[in-house]
T-cell receptor
Framework: NAGVTQTPKFQVLKTGQSMTLQCAQD?????MSWYRQDPGMGLRLIHY???????DQGEVPNGYNVSRSTTEDFPLRLLSAAPSQTSVYFC??????????FGEGSRLTVL | GNSVTQMEGPVTLSEEAFLTINCTYT??????LFWYVQYPGEGLQLLLK?????DKGSNKGFEATYRKETTSFHLEKGSVQVSDSAVYFC????????????FGQGTTLQVKP
């Protein structure tokens, strides 16, 4: 049972480069979300989706794009990376009991 | 808006000591409250939850009681083990049940043998 799978686990970018963090879940969950984790700030919600074709902004959406073409996948795109986007990113999906299931995280460094 | 405040860490305890990690919240209506745990190098896992006032969530020896009168959801364990060393996050989901969780800043627990 894979659960929530994120790739890549580690990535180093230069300022201005673009990249996509991939997230896939095999639990048929409608709700998926992306958080970033920074020291002393907990987790902050970037974007979320309540189902295929529907996305919305969270607390810190600037600099990030998302799309949801299928129930399984919810990629996060950085169009022009900035050092302020250096962080650990977590994808999560929500089960029927309201519990969030998290991926193992993607550590991004922007130089 | 909704918010969660946790006690500052790190918390360092000896094995078999009693643990309390304080969590207070600000929210309108009747939020659901959660504790998540993050072991080194891993994602977050649900530890316990409570969905209404006076509910007690419990799991793996950890407990937390939803206190609406003090807007608190403190995490406790009677006897910690080295394997409990992790980062603990308090979180709430607003009464609209959109699924969005708001997290506290996290408290690092280190248990020494």
């Amino acid at each position: 049972n894979a659960g929530v799978t994120q790739t890549p686990k580690f990535q180093v970018l230069k300022t201005g480069q673009s990249m996509t963090l991939q997230c896939a879940q095999d639990m048929n969950h409608e709700y998926m979300s992306w958080y970033r984790q920074d020291p002393g700030m907990g987790l902050r919600l970037i974007h979320y989706s309540v189902g295929a074709g529907i996305t919305d902004q969270g607390e810190v959406p600037n600099g990030y794009n998302v799309s949801r073409s299928t129930t399984e996948d919810f990629p996060l795109r950085l169009l022009s990376a900035a050092p302020s986007q250096t962080s650990v990113y977590f994808c999560a999906s929500k089960g029927n009991t309201g519990e969030l299931f998290f991926g193992e995280g993607s550590r991004l460094t922007v130089l | 808006g909704n918010s969660v405040t946790q006690m500052e860490g790190p918390v360092t305890l000896s094995e078999e000591a009693f643990l309390t990690i304080n969590c207070t919240y600000t929210a309108t209506g009747y939020p659901s409250l959660f504790w998540y745990v993050q072991y080194p190098g891993e994602g977050l896992q649900l530890l316990l939850k409570a969905t209404k006032a006076d509910d007690k969530g419990s799991n793996k020896g950890f407990e937390a009681t939803y206190r609406k009168e003090t807007t608190s959801f403190h995490l406790e364990k009677g006897s910690v083990q080295v394997s409990d060393s992790a980062v603990y996050f308090c979180a709430l989901r607003g009464s609209s049940n959109t699924g969005k969780l708001i997290f506290g800043q996290g408290t690092t627990l280190q248990v020494k043998p």
